[in-house]
């Protein structure tokens, strides 16, 4: 409750507290790890986790929790370690499986991303992380396959626009499945991205209307959301408002006008 209402400091001693009461409290020692990863104290935290591993060696949230924290600190090759530890102790903890598949695309491996995010969701089918990073993993594929140096020939290659077609298929229907769970557990701004993102995928395949429809929802959650309108905006003044100007000017009944005049 401390760490939700921002009170870190408070939840800290709350945490310290307990484990002068009991020494071997593992999970006062994990959330002291977390507390002090979120107040930027990376080293005592990881020190916090290291004490939990050894009052037992087999609590794998401490060796997930440390794998995350070294991950966000770029230690791929020793967050691997940890995450490997957790599946050797539980090949069921969802979470490690997660952490591994961003440890992949990090580096570049999104077979192997892929892979992983696919035995996160068989654990957690109901996973919206998971869900939402297979989708993401196959477009990252796609890339290595078509690279940006060759965009033209991408974007008219006939297998590249049927992969987009299908990347899309899969983040329309995860996110009628998802919609409302996602704006009551992630917020309005994490549905926001979602609809960003599936209006660029709707860009890259020319379908400029439907892009337009993502974006504006996009917006509509979130009104701050930058790129959606640094988008949206290109989209009306570079690619829809000339071709409908167009039109408009050579249209027949602009003509007659004209010609009367």
């Given amino acids: 409750i401390l760490g939700e209402l921002g009170r870190h400091e408070e939840e800290l001693q709350a945490y310290e507290q307990a484990i ?3 020494p071997k409290y593992l999970d006062a020692w994990n959330n002291k790890g977390i507390v002090l990863g979120e107040l930027g104290r990376h080293e005592e935290a990881l020190q916090v986790f290291e004490n939990a591993i050894k009052i037992n060696p087999k609590y794998a949230e401490a060796w997930h929790n440390k794998g995350e924290l070294l991950y966000l600190l770029g230690a791929h090759k020793a967050a691997n370690k940890m995450v490997n530890r957790v599946l050797a102790i539980n090949k069921n903890f969802i979470e490690a499986y997660m952490l591994k598949g961003k440890i992949e695309i990090s580096v570049g491996n999104f077979t192997e991303a892929h892979s992983n995010f696919i035995n996160a969701k068989r654990i957690g089918p109901q996973s919206i992380p998971a ?7 196959k477009y990252l594929q796609l890339s290595q396959i078509y690279p940006k140096e060759e ?13 987009i077609h299908s990347i899309i298929f899969d983040l329309q229907r995860t996110i009628k499945t998802f919609r409302d769970k996602i704006r009551n557990m992630y917020g309005d701004d ?14 890259k395949i020319n379908d400029l209307i439907s892009a337009k429809e993502s974006l504006e929802e996009s917006l509509e959650l979130n009104t701050n959301c930058a790129k959606a309108k640094e988008l949206l905006d290109h989209i009306w003044n570079s690619r829809i408002r000339p071709s409908w100007w167009r039109w408009w000017f050579f249209s027949p009944e602009h003509l007659n006008r004209f010609i009367k005049q």
């Fill in 151 to 163: 965009k033209q020939k991408r974007e008219d290659n006939p297998a590249y626009q049927k992969q």
């Fill in 131 to 137: 869900n939402f990073w297979i989708i993401y993993c």
């Fill in 20 to 22: 002068k009461i009991n």
């Fill in 190 to 203: 994490t549905m926001a991205e979602i609809y960003y993102w599936l209006g660029v995928l709707y860009f």
